[in-house]
């Protein structure tokens, strides 16, 4: 577990770790642990690619004390653990390979400690709350747990000034959010929690009930579509993000959402059926995509400029 390591890491203090040496682990840790976002980082020059690696690594610590721990008094410890550790890394004071990584990083690009807050914030959600009302509930859990990654991310790659930057960043972690609900359904079902509205589901004729049966039919055809239709809706919001990034951050970025793009094109032309067999991508379909959505990024550019 990410926080057991960590602990362990911290104990033999700070002169194991150079920033290179933690930049490395935070590497491995993002390779290791999601590799959709791991190529996409790649194509980063050094300095941004760096500290992508490391608030990556601080996401997946944190969402790993919700996935990992089901004793809620050690959740809650680990979440405070947290939020003094992100606490010291802004004071200055960083332990362990994460948080040297993470401080330099957000030495040299200035990421603002709101962000990584929220985040913690929507990750605590789900300590408690495993059902969601209507689609403005769900939505303040998915821009604490993807937009503000949007926006971290946005804080590391920079943009050309533009009066809705900050709306085209949440969207896109919005689009990529909604598509990992709707892979997820079966593991999250086996966690007891169901992340479609209750309003959503009562409208196509579903109960919570149904999700943690992992009930396929018409109905969840029906909602699966719905909850489809409002991705596309951010992701083509989302998409007004590329125009106002350098060409190599327009290629990350490009490939962040493909690839769930991609994903969610698979759901659906599988009928929604996300419940026998997990939708992915084969490495060379992946690394396929990737190269086509470098080279989409790239032509994009080239219009821009002409």
């Known amino acids: 577990m990410t926080f057991d390591v960590l602990a362990e890491l911290e104990a033999h203090g700070d002169e194991r770790y150079t920033p290179e040496d933690a930049y490395a682990w935070c590497r491995t840790f993002t390779k290791a642990r ?5 190529y996409a980082f790649t194509i980063l020059p050094p300095r941004k690619r760096n500290a992508i690696y490391a ?11 919700a996935d990992e721990l089901t004793e809620r008094t050690r959740q809650e410890e680990e979440i405070e653990r947290a939020r003094e550790r992100l606490e010291a890394c802004y004071a200055g004071a960083r332990r362990g390979p994460l948080f040297i990584a993470l401080g330099d990083a957000i030495d040299r690009f200035g990421t603002p400690r709101e962000h990584f807050d929220e985040l913690i914030s929507g990750v605590e959600m789900d300590f408690t709350i495993n059902r969601y009302e209507t689609w403005a509930d769900l939505q303040q859990y998915c821009n604490r747990v993807a937009s503000m990654v949007g926006h971290i991310c946005v804080s590391i790659f920079g943009a050309r000034p533009h009066p809705r930057a900050g709306e085209f960043a949440a969207s896109m972690g919005l689009g990529l959010q ?3 609900i709707m892979r997820d359904v079966k593991e999250d079902a086996d966690r007891g929690r169901v992340y479609f ?7 196509h004729g579903l109960t919570a009930d149904d999700i943690l049966d992992c009930r396929y039919d018409h109905r969840f055809v029906s909602l ?13 919001l989302g998409r007004g993000l590329l125009t106002l ?3 190599r951050s327009r290629m990350c970025v490009n490939v ?9 094109k698979r759901i ?8 026998n067999e997990r939708v992915s991508l084969s490495g060379v379909e992946k690394l396929t995509a990737i190269a086509r959505l470098w080279a989409g990024a790239a032509l994009l550019g080239r219009a821009r400029s002409g």
């Not at 699966?224 to 083509?236: E, L, N, S, T």
């Not at 962040?256 to 969610?264: A, H, I, N």
């Open 34 to 38: 999601a590799s959709n976002f791991y």
């Open 55 to 65: 608030a990556y690594a601080f996401s997946g610590y944190v969402d790993d004390i």
């Open 178 to 180: 909604i598509v990992n």
């Open 197 to 203: 509205p209750a309003d959503e589901l009562s409208a």
């Open 224 to 236: 699966m579509a719905a909850q489809g239709q409002r991705a596309h809706h951010y992701f083509r």
């Open 245 to 247: 990034l350098d060409l």
């Open 256 to 264: 962040l959402q493909g690839v769930y793009f991609e994903l969610l």
């Open 268 to 275: 659906e032309a599988r009928g929604y059926d996300v419940l």
